[in-house]
């Protein structure tokens, strides 16, 4: 009994957002922890990297801190932070390959200390290690349609393009996966 009266008494994502958006910190505290997982597990299936999806996500909600009241309500909530999350993943991209063109401009050789978490080895990591070698909008494509269980209709709204176009981009995506794994060997 007291389970559902706490339920009830739960927050919609839009009484939070909007209570966020006037400053409510503690409104700002729950949305952030009822999509937090969800961020994380996007930008992990972005980038394949626990340290860097752990990086987006923090990124995401500082984002989302800052950009609370912007949100509109036109899509879903996670439909915006899909594309938060993603532009959140390839703002990083970039930024490491500045980094790293940095690094090697001035000759420095990094060594990472620590242990090494070694990653799943399965026939599964290795398709979405293929997928995160597609092209950016072939990639966000795919994640969104087979990662996330999104319709066309709501990829495309959170890739802000059309529905013909992630049609198209899994198409694509597909006919590249192949000759991938033909050429990694795994027919």
């Known amino acids: 009994m007291a389970m559902m009266l706490e339920q009830s ?3 919609s994502d839009q009484e ?8 409510d910190k503690a409104a700002f ?7 937090y997982d969800f961020v994380y597990r996007v930008a992990y299936r ?37 594309a938060l999350t993603l532009n959140a993943g390839r703002d990083m991209m970039r ?5 790293a063109v940095k690094v090697q401009a001035f000759g420095v050789h990094m060594l990472i200390g620590g242990e ?11 398709l979405w290690a293929a997928v995160r070698e597609l092209p950016d909008k072939q990639r966000d494509a795919v994640l969104l349609v087979y990662g996330e269980g999104l319709s066309h209709a709501a990829a495309a709204d959170a890739m ?13 995506a597909k006919k590249r996966l192949k000759l991938l794994t033909r050429s990694a060997g795994e027919v």
């Open 16 to 23: 939070l957002i909007g209570r966020a958006g006037d400053g």
């Open 116 to 126: 090494a978490v070694p990653e799943p080895d399965g026939q599964a990591e290795r």
């Open 9 to 11: 008494e739960e927050a």
């Open 160 to 172: 802000a393009c059309a529905e013909a176009t992630v049609s198209w981009h899994i198409h694509e």
């Open 46 to 82: 972005w980038c394949g990297r626990k340290a860097d999806a752990e990086d987006i996500a923090q990124e995401v909600c500082a984002r989302l801190g800052r950009t609370i009241r912007s949100y509109r309500g036109g899509a879903a909530f996670t439909t915006w932070l899909y």
């Open 29 to 35: 505290g729950q949305l952030v922890e009822r999509h």
């Open 95 to 99: 930024k490491s390959a500045r980094e």
